[in-house]
């Protein structure tokens, strides 16, 4: 099922689809799956206009713009979505990701939350979200935003 387009985001939502596209492209290669997700994402951008931004923006901006831990926690843990999301974790998404987490802040115990999540959402019994991503979700400008 491919994600809904939806119109243009607030800017810490901008920051996760800029920051989304970027470890798309960290690994050298850019997958059907990858240009679906983003395309449905990137609402009335175009694709290539997000993709240029995405490689003309450098991360530690993107980092700044967003001043709310839970915001930043959530583009970590779409960020390592999207890392993932070809099936492959590459030497230069792993890279990647442990600096953004680092650039963005998030406490050890998070990190390993955002890897719990994604390790969750792939198994085949699915769990109740623990309490602290709850927690961190209603805090955040994502709450009450479909995500893909």
Known sequence: MSP??????????????????????VDGTFSNIEKTY???MAGTTSLDDLLAEARDVPLE????????????????????SMAYIDQHFEVEERQAFARLVEM???AEEDRRLIEAT???AESEQPEEPPARLRELYEASSFAGVSSP
Do not use: N, W
């Open 4 to 25: 809904t387009p939806r119109s243009d985001p607030e800017p810490a939502q901008r920051a996760a689809i800029l920051v989304m596209a970027k470890m798309a492209l």
């Open 38 to 40: 983003l395309a449905a």
């Open 61 to 80: 901006d993107l980092c700044r713009q967003v001043d709310r831990y839970e915001d930043r926690f959530f583009i970590a843990l779409r960020a390592y």
């Open 104 to 106: 963005l802040g998030i």
């Open 118 to 120: 994604h390790a969750a």
